[in-house]
């Protein structure tokens, strides 16, 4: 980040393809929120106006939502060149959300059920990092207030922020929520980043991995034993609700592809060959 004495730092916080849950979030933090905003010159806030009139440099841009249309690339791309640091927010910019569904059902299919009749666009959904560098991600659907407080304080301070990687069963259990994995649910905890409380436990709700995977998560050993108890089918439709089932399965890929090396094998089989074979 540029360092300029005195000077509050230019953020900016856009919406791409979302529901903007998240920006909702920020807001709802009410004094907190207005708070941090004290601490910085805010050019750009989405839900506050239509159109982002673009500075010529930012130094910290928030992206919530999901790159979908021509519009949002381009925006995105333009606040990447212009912003030292980029920051994702929530679900569906890091993880595809839950509009990455329909990738895993025929895309045809999908978007015919929703506009029946009209002639629409209809992109595979793909995650910010897959057309812009990423420094960071505030994770969740929608994300955790009082992190994002947290983490945002923590970028102005000190200019970078590190979310402790815990699973969510951490969270889960230290609140003696009952174990829903154990009563034969389909339940992603032990391989879910922490941090939201496990605020889906609390109301019996099963975690469908919204925050994604925390570093050294055991994917493999987690996929083994869903897979003896679910079937493959049951498993994907419980990953696939907030996008995580190509990021759980491409840490899978890179977790084999390692011990393939190791044993010397020179060929990756496609990832979903590999979950077959663990079943
Ligand atoms: S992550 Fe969830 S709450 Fe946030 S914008 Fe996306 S869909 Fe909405
Ligand atoms: S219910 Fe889910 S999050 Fe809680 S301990 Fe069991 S597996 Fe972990
Ligand atoms: S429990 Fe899981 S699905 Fe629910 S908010 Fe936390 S990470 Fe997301």
């Given at each position: ?56 440099h930012y130094d910290i841009c928030f992206v919530e939502g999901n790159p979908v249309t021509k519009a949002n690339i381009k925006l995105l791309k333009e606040m990447r060149c212009r912003s030292d640091k980029l920051v994702v927010v929530g679900n569906c910019a890091?993880?595809g959300g839950v509009w990455e569904l329909k990738n895993y059902a025929s895309k045809t299919r999908a978007i015919k059920a929703v506009y029946k009749k009209l002639k629409v666009a209809n992109p595979d959904i793909k995650e910010v990092d897959n057309f812009v ?147």
């Amino acid at each position: 980040m540029t360092k300029r004495k005195n000077i509050k730092p230019k953020i900016a916080i856009i919406g791409l393809t979302s529901c903007e849950g998240c920006q909702f979030v920020m807001l709802d933090q009410g004094r907190r929120f207005l708070d941090w905003l004290a601490k910085v010159q805010l050019e750009e806030f989405r839900l506050v106006e239509d159109e982002p009139i673009l500075a010529e440099h930012y130094d910290i841009c928030f992206v919530e939502g999901n790159p979908v249309t021509k519009a949002n690339i381009k925006l995105l791309k333009e606040m990447r060149c212009r912003s030292d640091k980029l920051v994702v927010v929530g679900n569906c910019a890091a993880l595809g959300g839950v509009w990455e569904l329909k990738n895993y059902a025929s895309k045809t299919r999908a978007i015919k059920a929703v506009y029946k009749k009209l002639k629409v666009a209809n992109p595979d959904i793909k995650e910010v990092d897959n057309f812009v560098k990423v420094d960071y991600v505030i994770p969740g659907c929608p994300i955790d207030g009082d992190e994002f407080i947290e983490l945002a304080n923590q970028l102005l301070k000190k200019g970078s922020f590190r979310i402790p990687q815990n699973p969510v069963c951490y969270e889960c259990q230290s609140r003696g929520y009952q174990c829903l994995l154990q009563q034969e649910e389909i339940c992603l905890g032990p391989i879910t980043l922490g941090g939201c409380k496990a605020v889906c436990l609390k109301s019996k709700q099963a975690c469908w991995g919204c925050r994604g995977l925390f570093d050294g998560a055991q994917v493999e050993n987690f996929m083994n034993y869903l897979l003896k108890h679910f079937s493959r089918e049951q498993v994907y439709r419980i990953m696939e609700v907030f996008g995580a089932r190509d990021t759980i399965l491409k840490r899978l890929e890179e977790m084999q592809g390692k011990k393939n090396r190791k044993f010397g094998k020179s060929k990756v089989n496609k990832i979903d060959n590999k979950i077959k074979k663990l079943k």
